[in-house]
């Protein structure tokens, strides 16, 4: 079975790799460099402040389609402000990125994060016409633990733990708008934490310690690990739309297992997914933070994988 996976996944490497991705667009009309504008403002209350950074081209005819960052660190660690790099240069590429804090442990446990995730599209919609944002184009994008909680509320859009956090409106009050679909056309994880239970028994053989109790302050025990394990979701027909995905494995990820990763291509195309693949050999976990040629390479790739999406 695992050499079949691998056979799968370099199938895919080949099928879209780094180097045959196209560049983004990010040209304006007279030449140069699309302009962008930053906004921060808080866009969700549920007893805490929750901010978002909001990037976006300063001038556009037509309503633009969006991409809702959602940042990693384990559940528990990291912030918005982590993901500026590719979330200001896909902004570039004609499009409205919104990247998101979220409640985290310890503080808070499964399922909260990914019912501020579901909100955060929620959210998007409601505010549509202030944001200039087509609210029939919207994308997932997250890291490592923040990939984990993009996929999960795309499988699980609408489902009652993932309703309930207060957003702001256009009327400026905070209330939840849970009749509000959340459903995603697509999600880009980037060396995702596709299984934490997988994950978690990983982290114990290596010696991960901080990965092992980061993940014990969020899922509560096994069963709530496995019941967020998204390989299982999609295996067990759970899931009843699979949106397109983009996934992205760096080659030295001493945090990722390429096998759980593996697992998850499986299991997505298993069920008859749509999903695109890109290989970063020699890359580190979440080498997409930091500039680099690699990272350059990554946001192309990505912008490209959008681009095609949203031309649907």
Known sequence: MRSSILALALVLA?????????????AAKGGGEVATEETTLTWAKPGIDLAATIYRPKSASKPLPVLIDVHGGAWGSG??????????????????????????????????????????????RLNAKSLNAD??????????????????????????????TPILGPDGAYAPHDAISAAVNYVVAMWPVSDPAARYR??????????????DLYFADEAARWDASIPRIVTSGEAKTLPPILVVQPGDDSN???????????????????????????QPHAFGHRASAATTDLIATVAAFIARQNAR
């Open 14 to 26: 080949a099928c879209v790799s780094p180097a045959t991705a196209q560049p983004p667009v990010v």
């Open 79 to 124: 912030d918005r402000t982590g993901d500026r790099l590719y979330c200001a240069e896909l902004a570039k590429s004609g499009i409205v990125v919104v990247s998101i804090d979220f409640r985290q442990s310890p503080a808070f446990k499964h399922p909260t994060s990914s019912a501020d995730v579901a909100a955060a599209v929620r959210y998007v």
């Open 135 to 164: 609210p029939d184009r919207i994308g997932l994008i997250g890291s490592s633990s923040g990939a984990h909680l993009a996929l999960l509320a795309a499988l699980r859009p609408d489902v009652q733990q993932h309703k309930g």
């Open 202 to 215: 990983y982290a114990k053989r290596a010696n991960l310690t901080r990965l092992a109790e980061m993940t």
């Open 256 to 282: 990722i297992p390429q096998d759980m990763t593996f697992d998850l291509l499986h299991a997505w195309q298993a069920r008859g997914g749509k999903l695109d693949y890109a290989f970063y050999p020699g």
